[in-house]
Antibody, heavy 119, light 112 residues
Framework: QVQLVQSGAEVKKPGASVKVSCKAS????????ISWVRQAPGQGLEWMGW????????NYAQKLQGRVTMTTDTSTSTAYMELRSLRSDDTAVYYC????????????WGQGTLVTVSS | DIVMTQTPLSLSVTPGQPASISCKSS???????????LYWYLQKPGQSPQLLIY???SRFSGVPDRFSGSGSGTDFTLKISRVEAEDVGVYYC?????????FGPGTKVDIK
């Protein structure tokens, strides 16, 4: 069965960076993309960007351009999301999700990683 | 960006009764390929979102048939024919026709 298992919760200070991992199993990793979606406390869902696990092509949300980098390691079927220059409003649960074959939505999601940014 | 709106924002339902959620988009979600890229997700309390409906009306694997989706263009509806206790949570519609994908604000469903 398809599973996406994310790394554990993080606490960071403003200005620091965080790198969240997402290990995939149960399918051919390079056949699908991975998107990252975040959810601030008590808020809705915000798409951050996506990466093709096939060729590494990326597309980032405009508001995060320059602060976010998404990568994959095909040898371990793991996707990574790094967010730099953290601010308090980056406090959120970060989800990875498998992009469907149409490239238009997300079918399986990780369990989420809480990133807290606090001085 | 395409703006997604949902009504109502909260809904309290008696078990066994039907429920309906409306979703509207600021632009048509009908693609030139003939598909309409509108999706429904359910986020149960303390869990990750899960895909319920894709491309307006197709149920995702394992989704009970009491869930159905309909609509076209900019107006869409999710219906639950008979609400069960396990259906509580926040329902989100999402558009996938244009980047960035955008979600509605969510409709919180609870049980009376």
């Amino acid at each position: 069965q398809v599973q996406l298992v994310q790394s554990g919760a993080e606490v960071k200070k403003p200005g620091a960076s965080v790198k969240v991992s997402c290990k995939a199993s149960g399918y051919t990793f390079t056949s699908y993309g991975i998107s990252w979606v975040r959810q601030a406390p008590g808020q809705g869902l915000e798409w951050m960007g996506w990466i093709s696990a096939y060729n590494g092509n990326t597309n980032y949300a405009q508001k995060l351009q320059g602060r976010v980098t998404m990568t994959t390691d095909t040898s371990t079927s793991t996707a990574y999301m790094e967010l730099r220059s953290l601010r308090s409003d980056d406090t959120a649960v970060y989800y990875c999700a498998r992009v469907t074959w149409t490239g238009r939505s997300f079918d399986y999601w990780g369990q989420g990683t809480l990133v807290t940014v606090s001085s | 960006d395409i703006v997604m709106t949902q009504t109502p924002l909260s809904l309290s339902v008696t078990p066994g009764q039907p429920a309906s959620i409306s979703c509207k988009s600021s632009q048509s979600l009908l693609h030139s390929d003939g598909k309409t890229y509108l999706y429904w997700y359910l986020q149960k309390p303390g869990q990750s979102p899960q895909l319920l409906i894709y491309e307006v009306s197709s149920r995702f694997s394992g989704v009970p048939d009491r869930f159905s989706g309909s609509g076209s263009g900019t107006d869409f509806t999710l219906k639950i024919s008979r609400v069960e206790a396990e259906d509580v949570g926040v329902y989100y519609c999402m558009q996938g026709i244009h980047l960035p994908p955008t979600f509605g604000p969510g409709t919180k469903v609870d049980i009376k």
